[in-house]
Each structure stands twice: as C-alpha cells, then as structure tokens.
C-alpha cells in the first residue's frame, strides 16, 4: 500500500500491461482526515457522479456522515481506480450552504417556505397556463445528472402528462452530438464500443478529446497500456498540449473549427491508399461513393492549408488510422461544440465503417458522453426524444409508448422535433413559453452569451422554478427555488459511456428538508392528478426500483433493453452493459459485431436530418435510401466557422474544462483539494501571441468577444498560435453577485448564440476574441494548474500540489477487491 498525493500526481501509479492482457486492479481510497479504514461503520455500494467513466465506488459512512470512498475492485470500468473529483468531491455533499428548505420569492426576495407552499405554488401556476395557454407553455430543462428512474418519471409526467413537446436536458449542450451522429450513421443512439478495447487496439485516435483530464481513470488504463510492451499508437486532434497530445504518436493542432476538413483530408488518404475493407462496405453499408467523391476534393496539401498542420503530420495520422487492424477513437467537445458538430462527428464513425472497424475487441468506437448519467437522460426520453430510443415520427412506435403508458397516442406530442434548450429559451423571451422548470443545470452559467440569458431568466412573465441542492446563479433568479438530495442521499441507477449501469445506493440522510429528485417529479404528478386513459394514475410507482421495474418494460426489445438487470444483480459485483436480456444475461460487450445495425426502417430511432440545413429525412426518403438497414455513410464538405478573426478581434476563443473541476464548480468548488488546485480563472495564450500581445505569465488581461469581456490571468503555454483558452468553470456563486456592467470571469459572457444544425448544441468552441493588457502582473504566476493541458512554458511556475489532505491510499491487484 502507497499513499500518493492524487493532486499533483493526477492518473496515480502505473501498472503496466500487454496487449490482451486484464488490466490489472489498483483499489484507491480516500478517507477523510483522521478516519482509519476501522472507523468506517459501513461501505455504500456507488459510481461517480462527476464525469461519465462511470468509476464505481463505495462510499465509507461513519454514524450518518460521508467519510470517504473507495473504488471497485470487482468492477469492469475502473478496475478500483479512482480520480481527483471521484476522490474529493464527495465532500461537497456536507456543505454548510446546501439547500434546506424551499424558497419562493416574495416582494422581490426569495425566503424559506414549507414544501405545501412551494410545491402549491408550482401546481396553481402550471394549472393557470394550462387553462390560459395549453401546454406549449411549460417548458422543462433538466440534466445529465440525475437517475434514470428520475428521468423516466419526468418523461412521463411531462410527455404523457401534460402534452409538452418542450423537454430538454443540459445534453444538448454536451452530447446532444454524440446522439445525433450516432443516428447518422447507425439510425439510433447507443454507443457501438467498450472500455476494454484500450486492452485490445493498436492505434488509439482521439478526437477533440482531452480523456487525460476529463475520464482521467479511462486515461490511466491508455497510460497503462502505454507503459506495457507492444504499447498503441495515439493519434490526437487538439489545438491545446493537453496530456493527451503530450503523449500522442502524432499529435494534429488544427485551427479550431476546421475538423471536417481535417477528417476529410484523413479519408481522402484512406481511400487514396485503398485501406477499405470493400466487401465490409459492400456488405454493411450505403453511401460509400458519395463520400469518394467528396472527399476527392480534401487532399493533404489543401487541408494543411486549412487547418494549418503539416501535411507530413496528416499522412502519418492517416497511414496510422488506415493501417491498423485494431483501431479505436474517441470523439468529445472539440468536435461537438463546433459549428459543423455531427457533420464532423460522422466523418469519425466512417473511418470505422470504411475500415470494418466495428464491434470487435480493440476496434471500439466511442462517441463520447460527458455527464455521469447523459446516457440515461437520452434513453429515457428527458432530451425530448422518445423513451427507449423510439423514433417520434415513426407511428407505430408512438402507439406502442401509449400502450407502455396506456395513454392515447395523440396525448404524446409527435408533431415536430422536440424543442432543443436554445429553442426554448427563444420562446421564453417572446414570452410563448411561460413557466420553466429547471433541474439539476445551472444556464446562467452554462449556456452561452449570459448576458442575454440572465436577462431571459430574470423576466417577470416567466416563472422560473429551479430545482438545485444549492443556490446557484440560476436558482438566485427563481421564482420557486425546490432543494433537492443528490447523490449518496438516495438511490437510483445510471449508466455510463459504454452502456455499463450502475446502482447507486442511498448512504446517508439528505440535509434538513431536502428531498430526492424522484419524490419532486411524483409529488407533482400527484398534486397535478395526472391519470392514464382509465382514469389511473400515470405514473403508477413511488420508489426508485419500482420506477427502474416500469422501465424495464419500456425498454422491452428497444436497443437499450434493459429487462435483464435488476437492483439485485447490480449489487455485489460489477456493473453490467445494456442490452441485457433472457439471450444476453450478462450483458452486451459491444454492439454491432454481425454487422447488424438499428436502422431497419421499422426498429431505428430516427430517420436522420440534413447535416447542412438540419432537416429531418422524411420516412419515405430513408426507407429508399437504406432499405435493409445498413449502416449509413454520410459525407459533409468544410464550411468555415461563422465568427473568424479579424482586425478589432484577431484571436480565435475556445473554452473547456480543467481537471480538478466540474462544470460551474457548485460542487468541486466546494471541495478544499479540488479547489486549491485550481482557485481561479486564468486564460491560455501561446508564447507567440503573448510576445505580439505585450503579454506575461501572470499578467492580468482582458479578454472581449462582440458580446462581453472576462478578465483573467495570463497563462503562457504551448497551445497554437492565435488561439485562446478560457476554462467555463467559474461564475459568481461564491463571490457574491454578478457586477452587471463590470467585467465577469465566466467564459460563456463571451460565446455565441448559434448552434450546429443537425444535433442543435450550441458552439462554445469557435468565436472571435481579443486579448489586452489591464495591468502587468508582479511576477507572480497565474494560479492555473502545473499539471494538465494549462502547463506553462516557464520553469519557474511552482509545480500544483496538494495538502495533507490529498493522500490516497493505492493497493495494486491481489489483496485488493470490495468483495
Ligand atoms: N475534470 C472534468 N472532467 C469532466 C467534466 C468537467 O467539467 N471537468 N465534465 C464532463 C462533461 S459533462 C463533458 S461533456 C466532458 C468533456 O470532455 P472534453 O471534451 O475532453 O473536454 P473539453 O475541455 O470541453 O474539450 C476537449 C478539447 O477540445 C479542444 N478543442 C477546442 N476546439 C477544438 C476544435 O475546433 N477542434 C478540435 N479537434 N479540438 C478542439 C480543447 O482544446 C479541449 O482540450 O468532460 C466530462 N468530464
Ligand atoms: N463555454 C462553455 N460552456 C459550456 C461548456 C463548455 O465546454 N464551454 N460545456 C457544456 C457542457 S458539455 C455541459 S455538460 C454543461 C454543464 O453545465 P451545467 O449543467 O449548468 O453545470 P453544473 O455545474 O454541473 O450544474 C449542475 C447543477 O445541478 C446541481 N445539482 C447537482 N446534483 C444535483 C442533484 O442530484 N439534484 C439536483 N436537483 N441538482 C443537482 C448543481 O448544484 C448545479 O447547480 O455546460 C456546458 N457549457
Ligand atoms: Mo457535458
């Protein structure tokens, strides 16, 4: 046993191993100052909540407090390893400034109320707009970070119940692309690959993807790899040096916004080489010639000129990628949070179609989610899709939810796509939309161009009602603010990137009145007397396993199905991967491995859009186009991104994360390591542009989009020239209030209202900036992190290290286990 300061030392120690081979088991632990493993009474069965690896956990209780966690040795994820938010972030859990108590605002002020004032509030104000306006006027925006069994009964209660076709999830923003491309390609959502291909590939390829820091325990088993003999080959696409660059093969630093010409150039190169397995293609898919035309017109040459990497660099990557026998990618932010998102994100699934490069070990495909339960909110039908992937303009799949529901099907609105966030909040301001519940997401800090959004929140005719566990920028803006109890204060399962579901159990009491999200969403559906067609109740459970029991059922023979799983097979061992039926009990490693697809036209999910306008594919135009359902190559040429520099704004602005944080920090902001490590916000420029700009490390700039200015300290690092790089993570929750009219410190005052058109996320990763002095610094370095993709050229900055507090115990293999 070592202890090793988890946050200077991020991935934790290696265990090396070889192709083929298991990766081998290294329990973490993390146990709060002065508690010895016997002073834990008891280890609650979990998964983390704070990215999608889904890294299963016990959480150490002692008396009725959380005191630690403990990874799975047993589980096929995380192998018992852990990262720095899994390890620390529990703590915020036990804040002094959580929720207790509901608040409704009065005279302009938000104070306490009792839950029957609260909730009353709610019904009588939903009960007005559905008499005065139907209900096109309530709209529900919720997460990727509640349970299953919570997006479920949402689903229900907002689809089935009310009639609302306005039902979003935070998703949009996140992985709304990894859906939408998956259902491109393969006509429904669900994730072909798993884990354990990193055992398997030769060439790992990772596409705007920093995994290093943000599933930094699925990084750990690459690094591992790595370390072993006969190690992959990694392949990275990231204008930024982020670990993952640092330890690439080949690392391709393209001008942000040019990745579809970036992947055009790659499969000009596999086609021109001839690396397709034709009678894979000829067998398993349509499009084929469409997409050698268009991708005649990438060669290297020209897309090095776009993109401005060195052609020498794109053929390696290409001979890499077109030669392997086992290959896996990654696809994340980078690419979904541009402007040409799916169209970009497809070209990724065609080299792995091109090249058969599906569902077999080490050929994995991973269209990345990023919230730890995003993959339920999608299944579930909580993004305003269809509950079990169903397809909304597919009637019979629409009937057979209303027999699941025993609704009428015209009760269940199917009229049109269901209304993206972006759309919603357009419809908040011309004031269509008039009451908005939101869940578990904090838009005013999260969505882009907050200026504009703080002024939609903050409208009188809107009655916003937020339902948090503490309050958060947005839940300051409420009408009704509801406090709920998060994770480790109830129960429910989720599931992570590669369809692993995981249970986790409830360890302690949630604070004062706080309550689980789940008995929100039912007292509602009570109070509201939401009834089937034979005047039931809709929702016809009240605990966590009934409504994961009801599920099961909806998920019956949909691609997700789930009727295998129950809570009691999910505790004890490892979690299992969806389908899991009677044929497949233990679950399903990979998906797609006859080279059977989802898509037959009666069984997909969705008929596909034009990646350029958006447009659905009507029904008829599919079923011509892929009859048997095959998997679908569907090509895109380059456009350029909307906002490109010029004079008055020469750079180009991304934003992103940093390892030690989550999101709006309203948790790892509030646990000490984690906050340390990464204090306050800071900006990323190169070495060339700090010269051109007067620049230095510390210096303290400003940075201005057409829409808002951030002020932020210098970090000087070795990402491209013309570019900059401001972490998303700090808004004013623990500062106070917003300065309206000073400069603000959140990255989203300067991103841009526009979204890609086929998956609607909008584009944080693309628009134009400048970057000016305010005041030179002292000397002293900008507090960014020493130890991720924010590394700074100087070799003065002293290094991110941890306290006293930021021990963890590693046990490598054989003695280890939880069971
Ligand atoms: N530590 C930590 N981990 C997390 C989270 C967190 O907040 N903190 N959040 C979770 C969630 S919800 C998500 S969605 C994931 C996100 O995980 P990632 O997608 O890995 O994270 P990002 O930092 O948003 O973006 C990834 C990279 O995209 C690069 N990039 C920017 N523009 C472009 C471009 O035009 N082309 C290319 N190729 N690359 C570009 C950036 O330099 C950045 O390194 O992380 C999950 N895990
Ligand atoms: N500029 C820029 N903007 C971005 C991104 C970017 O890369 N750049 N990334 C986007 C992405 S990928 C994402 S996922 C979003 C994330 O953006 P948000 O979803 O807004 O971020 P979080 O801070 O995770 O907000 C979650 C909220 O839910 C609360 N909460 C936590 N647990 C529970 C619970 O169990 N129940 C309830 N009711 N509440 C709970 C938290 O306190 C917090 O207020 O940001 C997006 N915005
Ligand atoms: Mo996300």
Known sequence: MTEVDRIADVW?????????????????????????????????QSASILHSNGDALDIAVRGDRMVGVRGRAADRVNHGRLGPKDLFGWQANASPDRLTRPLVRKRGKLVEAS???????????????????????????????????????????????????????????????????????????????????????????????????????????????????????????DPRPTPVARAATVHLAPRPGTNVALMNGLLHEIVANDWVDHDYVDAHAVGYDELVKRVADYPPEKVATICDVPAADLREAARLIGTTERLMSTVLQGFYQSHQATAAAVQVNNIHILRGMLGRPGCGLLQMNGQPTAENTREAGADGDLPGFRNWSNDAHVADLARVWNVDPMDIPHYSPPTHVMQMMRYVEEGSIRLMWVQAT???????????????????????VVQDIFLSETAQLADVVLPAATWGEKTGTFTNTDRTVHLSEKAVEPPGEARPDLDIFLDFARRMELTDKDGAPLVKWSTPEEAFEAWKECSRGRPCDYTGISYGRLRGGSGIQWPCTDDAPDGTERLYGDGRFFADPQYCESYGRDLVTGAPVEPTEYKALNPEGRAIIKAAAYVPPHELPSPDYPLQLITGRTVYHFHTRTKTGRAPQLQAAAPEV????????????????????????????????????????????????????????????????????????????????????????????????????????TTTASAPLADDVPPTRGDAGSGVEEEPATTGGTR
């Open 12 to 44: 934790g120690t290696r265990t090396p191993y070889a192709r083929g081979q298991e990766w081998p088991v290294r329990v973490d632990t993390h146990l709060a100052e002065g508690v010895a493993p016997a002073d834990v009474d008891r280890w609650v």
């Open 115 to 237: 839950w029957e004032e609260a909730m009353g509030r709610v019904v009588d104000r939903t009960k007005e707009l559905l008499e005065e306006q139907g209900p096109s006027a309530l709209g529900f925006y919720t997460t990727g970070q509640l349970f299953l069994e919570e997006y479920y009964t949402l689903g229900v209660v907002a689809h089935g119940g009310l009639g609302t076709n306005h039902v979003d999830g935070n998703t949009r923003l996140c992985t709304a692309t990894a859906a939408a491309a998956l259902k491109e390609s393969f006509a429904c959502d669900g994730q072909p690959g798993s884990y354990t291909d990193v055992d398997h590939a030769d060439v790992i390829a990772l596409f705007g993807h920093n995994m290093a820091e943000t599933q930094t325990v699925l990084w750990a088993r690459v690094l591992d790899r790595l370390a072993g003999p006969n190690p992959p080959a990694v392949v990275c696409v």
């Open 682 to 785: 800071w900006v990323e420029v190169s070495a060339g542009d700090a010269e051109l700009l007067g620049l230095h490390e510390g210096d303290l700039t400003e940075i201005t989009t057409p829409r808002g200015s951030v002020r932020a300290r210098a970090r000087v690092t070795g990402i491209r020239d013309g570019v900059a790089f401001l972490p998303f993570h700090y808004g004013y929750w623990d500062r106070g209030s917003h300065e309206p009219d000073g400069p603000g410190r959140a990255a989203n005052e300067l991103t841009i209202t526009e979204w890609d058109p086929a998956s609607k996320q909008p584009i944080f990763k693309t628009a134009a900036c400048r970057v000016s002095l305010v005041e030179a610094g002292d000397g002293t370095p900008s507090s960014a992190p």
């Open 442 to 464: 904090n838009p005013a800090v999260s969505l882009p161009e907050l200026h504009r959004i703080r002024s939609i929140l903050s409208q009188k005719r809107l009655f916003l």
